[in-house]
């Protein structure tokens, strides 16, 4: 009986057999979990080990090469409107000619149709999510000329903006002072007690237990995913911290290089 | 007087148009791939004409868009199959169409009233001469130059275009994966994008050559990029500067008695230099001020 | 001489003998200059292709004609050596221009190269006709720098060509090593002490002569092709740098030859146009034609390889079915394997008669049977997916369907010595997840017992 009403909504996020790489490098191979709704989860793993991939794999920005993914139970496509992703700032071109409200404002053109305008109301929703991660002052500042943190809270405001179910983040802490820090861990509480869901990759293993519900372990695979306090072993860490199997990663290459998953497929 | 005046506001309008296009190429960092079109289209108008043995406006921007688009997606190929680095994919396509398009037009000089320097750089100083008259030659009315009315019309399909989809543009320059996550077909905007850039580079060709053509794509929209602060403001700057560099290039070359299209390139390029300067100035003396309050 | 002859007009065919006879003495001073040309821009533009600068011939050679414009305006001459001064200083202040505003404004590295590109030019064309509109002598023949006339040069400015070229290449040979450094690994190269300011203004310096010294020959606007498309298209022979560089020489050479031939067929032709036209030929050729790395070569290696994974996939299945028997019965009918393995019968038909031809199986009225060979071949492929089945399971958390698949594909290119350090990885190699026995390494066990 428990397991039927689990099942009855389906999960905000559900990979399948994922696999993904880069120009012939297996970066994702084969991962799969399932992500509960309403709690804070955790994508974590060493350097390079496909966790920057494996959100922008989940949210279809980068070409996939098995496996499927989806979202309360269907494509992206249909749920486009339900999620919302926040970049790591290093994809941004922050010479651009806009200011911080403008970029927020951005966080709507989701609903809008192609000749449409932000409406009335949706400069209200930019503006509730520029106040409520205290960015409200900066609005007319061009985003050329703001710190590490602020850049990180304007994102996250237009993220907020979009009024999504789902959550996508790339590294939201890395880099920014104590103030944005906290700033995030407020929007956190806030998001969860609407029963919203957040994925971020995180890259600080000290405070991953501390900021997040649920913690995925990857390390080109799947090692494990579940509550942090039954995921975080000893021996998980060590699966995922603790070097990587070779001879998985140079034959799945030489697979890729050879394109012998394409010969193979076409029996 | 007349023919100063159908000349100016030719010039203009070629200068507006391709500002604004060269903002969003600015933007984008596809100013390559727009010194690439501007070759390229030589070639679609050099076929269209031996192909329909016609000039008429709507072939020839037809022949050009085919081919601005075949360079952006050739180019993107070979980027792609051929594991060429991508600014080493555009010179590869766009110097042979070029060259074919050159070596079509030296073989076949007497159909075609292109020659090849006219190609390079236009001459807009006959653009007055070549007249439309609507309902035949005898007693039609002579309505303007041929090449007023094609930019006059790719001027407006531009400014349209950019007004309506003001927001996907702009969603789109500044952060293609949200514009993926959320849905739209970036590759639609790309490929949008290109075919506004072949249609300016065609309707300018005859008043001002494919190299000034990125001449004015390129550079008013960078003095804007220099100091706008939202995308409505670049726009309208880099107008601005391609209006004022027409004005003074004309100035210039009636003074020097030189060709007017090179004059009004010149003039936009003086114009980003001077802009760049006084850039540079109030940053040395901001620094300035900066240090003697400290010093204080 | 008959009257008639002489007002005949040479045959093309005519001419291009005269050509090869080198009865035009010039022909052959011309020749021997674009084959340097073509030699020295591809070689020198093959470093700028390495430093991911492929367009930076095209802005140097637009921004020469300034300088060409001025050098005749002040000095009234068109004397080779002065124009190619004047050429290499407004070069070099555009090759100076384009790094400049990168490092100290918003403006990126690709809109410089394009302000640099059109300002100059324009600057150039402005000039231009302003010395058309003068009352000078000399001034005609200025504007074939546009798209280059070989038939335009004099012996001078051959002479020029000639020197500066060699010059490019020596210096090239010469300062090989340090380019090479520096063009791989520029933080490297610091730290050993290397003054790689110093060499970077070199070779800026030989990029802009090779450029403004072809001018005349190629012109302005194509330039750009001759330093990028041999490099681009030797990149398709070899991945060793001075083999490319020899190659792109080559390919220079080639194209040289060629453009300056037609171009003396016809003389109203440009060059430029020709050689940009045979360069894209024999880069089009080393794509499609490369040996290794050429597409052709891709698509047929790709295909040998459907074909022996074709093969092993049935050998294996044969194994199965063998198995399935307790290794009594061995004939095996197509319909057989075809429940199996689902594989169209067209191709089935075709992999199992290659199979017999390489005599790994036999056919005969009673079915298909494994040879010897093709039972220590199946036996093999079969250790080697169980085995991978063994080692996903113990290893990754996937599931046994997930691991099937995996190693449906691995097998194949699982090596000899990859497959014992498996072994030495492994707790249980005797049985896969799904509990098949592993069948033993028989021909390892037998040189065992020998040793």
Redesign the interface.
């Known amino acids: 009986m428990a397991n039927s009403s689990k099942h009855q909504t389906p999960p905000p996020v559900s990979v399948q057999n994922l696999s993904m790489r880069y120009h012939h490098k297996p970066v994702l191979t084969d991962v799969s979990f399932e992500v509960p709704e309403g709690k804070t989860i955790a994508i974590v793993g060493p350097n390079g080990a496909g966790k920057s991939t494996l959100l922008k794999g989940i949210m279809g920005l980068e070409p996939i090469m098995g496996g499927q993914v989806r979202f309360f139970g269907e494509p992206l496509a249909n749920k486009r409107l339900a999620t919302a992703y926040v970049p790591q700032r290093e994809e941004i071109d922050w010479d651009f000619p806009i200011n911080v409200f403008d970029v927020v404002l951005m966080g709507r053109h989701g609903q809008l149709k192609l000749w449409q305008r932000p409406s009335q109301i949706d400069r209200e929703i930019a503006e509730q999510a520029l106040k409520d991660l205290e960015m409200w002052d900066f609005k007319d500042r061009q985003i050329s000329e703001l710190s590490g943190g602020q850049q990180q809270r304007v994102f996250l405001a237009r993220a907020l903006a979009q009024k999504a179910s789902l959550y996508l983040m790339d590294e939201p802490f890395a880099g920014v002072d104590v103030a944005t820090e906290k700033a995030i861990i407020e929007l956190f509480k806030a998001l969860k007690s609407q029963g919203k869901t957040i994925i971020c990759v995180h890259h600080d293993l000290n405070t991953v237990g501390e900021y997040f519900d649920w913690i995925i372990l990857i390390n080109a695979r799947l090692v494990a995913a579940g509550p942090a306090e039954e995921v975080l072993t000893t021996e998980n860490l060590n699966k995922t911290y603790g070097g990587r199997l070779s001879l998985l990663n140079d034959l799945t290459e030489k697979m890729y290089r050879t394109q012998l998953n394409k010969a193979h497929d076409t029996d | 007087m007349i023919n100063d005046i159908w000349i100016l506001a030719t010039a203009s309008l070629v200068a507006a148009a391709c500002a604004l296009v060269g903002v969003f190429l600015i933007l984008r960092r596809q100013a390559l791939m727009g010194d690439a079109i501007s070759h390229s289209v030589l070639l679609g108008i050099v076929l269209a004409y031996l192909i329909t043995d016609s000039r008429a406006l709507p072939i020839m921007l037809g022949g050009a868009v085919i081919i601005g688009l075949l360079t952006a997606w050739l180019s993107d190929s070979l980027h792609r199959v051929g594991k060429l680095q991508s600014d080493a994919s555009i010179g590869i396509v766009f110097t042979l169409f070029f060259a074919i398009g050159v070596i079509l037009v030296s073989l076949y000089t007497g159909q075609i009233d292109l020659d090849q320097e006219c190609v390079l750089y236009g001459e807009i100083a006959f653009v007055p001469f070549d007249t439309i008259y609507i309902g035949g030659l005898e007693d039609g009315i002579e309505i303007g130059p041929r090449a007023f009315w094609a930019i006059a019309i790719v001027f407006t399909i531009v400014l349209i275009t950019i007004i309506l989809s003001f927001n996907r543009l702009q969603t789109v320059a500044f952060h293609p994966n949200l514009a993926l996550s959320l849905g739209i077909n970036i590759v639609f905007w790309h490929y949008l994008l290109m075919t506004l850039v072949s249609i300016t580079t065609v309707a300018s060709f005859d008043a001002v050559g494919a190299i000034l053509v990125v001449a004015l794509l390129v550079i008013p929209a960078s003095s804007a990029y220099l100091i706008a602060k939202s995308l409505k403001t670049m726009l309208w700057i880099a107008v601005a500067y391609s209006q004022v560099a027409v004005i003074i290039g004309y100035s210039l070359s009636y003074a020097l008695d030189s060709s007017i299209s090179a004059s009004i390139a010149v003039s936009a390029g003086l114009l980003l230099f001077i802009t760049i300067l006084i850039l540079e100035i109030q940053k040395r003396r901001r620094h300035r001020l900066i240090s003697q309050s400290e010093a204080a | 001489m008959d009257a008639f002859t002489l007002l005949a007009p040479p045959s093309t065919w005519q001419n291009w003998l005269a050509f090869w006879r080198f009865e035009d003495i010039n022909v052959l001073w011309v020749l021997m200059g674009s084959i340097l040309l073509g030699m020295s821009a591809s070689v020198i533009g093959g470093f700028a ?1 390495l430093r ?4 930076i011939g ?1 802005a140097l050679a ?1 921004a020469a004609l300034p300088g060409v414009m001025m050098a005749f305006l002040l000095f009234q001459t068109r004397d080779p050596l002065i124009i190619f001064l004047g050429a290499l200083i407004s070069s070099f202040i555009g090759f100076f221009l384009i790094d400049w505003l990168p490092k ?5 590295a ?2 410089a ?3 640099t ?3 100059f ?3 150039g ?6 010395i058309q ?1 003068l009352e000078v002598s000399n001034k005609s023949g200025l ?1 074939k720098i ?2 280059g006339q070989a038939a335009a040069m004099t012996e001078g400015d051959i002479k020029l060509l000639a020197y500066v070229t060699v010059f490019i290449l020596v210096t090239v040979v010469l300062f090989f090593q340090k380019f090479r450094l520096i063009a791989f690994n520029q933080s490297y190269a610091r730290t050993i002490g290397l003054a790689v300011n110093r060499y970077e203004l070199l070779l800026a310096l030989l990029i802009v002569m090779a450029v403004v010294v072809g001018l005349q020959l190629v012109g302005v ?2 330039m ?2 001759i330093l ?2 041999p490099m ?1 298209a030797a ?1 398709f022979w070899s991945n060793q740098l001075p083999h490319t560089l020899i190659i792109a020489s080559l390919l220079g050479a080639i194209s040289a030859i060629i453009s300056t031939q037609i171009s003396y067929l016809a003389p ?3 060059t ?3 050689m ?2 045979s360069l ?1 030929t024999l ?1 089009i050729l080393s ?1 499609l034609f490369a040996p290794q790395r050429g ?1 052709l070569k891709r698509y047929s ?2 295909n040998q ?2 074909k022996k ?2 093969e092993e ?1 049935i050998l294996r299945t044969l194994y199965k079915l063998l198995e399935r028997q307790n290794f009594t019965h061995n004939h095996f009918m197509q319909a057989d394997i075809q429940a199996m ?3 169209p019968s067209s ?1 089935l038909q075709s992999t199992l008669k290659l199979l017999c031809k390489k005599a790994l199986i036999t056919s005969s009225l009673q079915g298909f049977k494994l040879t010897d060979k093709g039972l220590e071949k199946a036996a093999q492929l079969t250790r080697r997916h169980r085995l991978w089945e063994n ?2 399971n113990e ?4 599931s046994p369907e ?1 691991v099937h698949q ?1 190693a ?3 097998e ?3 090596t000899e010595s ?1 497959e014992a ?2 072994k030495l ?1 492994l707790t249980n190699s005797q049985s896969d997840p799904h509990g098949n026995l592993i069948p033993d390494n028989t021909r390892s066990k037998k040189e065992a017992k020998l040793k």
């Open positions: 292709f991911k600068r492929s367009l095209d637009h100290n404004t918003k403006i990126k690709d809109a190269l394009a302000i590109l059109s300002f030019f324009a600057l064309l402005m000039l231009l006709s302003y509109g504007d546009l798209f606007v194509l750009a092709a990028l498309t681009a990149r109203a032709m440009p430029g146009p020709w940009v036209v894209s880069f794509l597409l290696e790709y390889l459907r994974v074709a996939n393995r689902s594989m191709q080692y996903l290893q990754a958390e996937l997930q995996q449906e594909r691995i194949h290119i699982l990859q350090q498996l990885e």
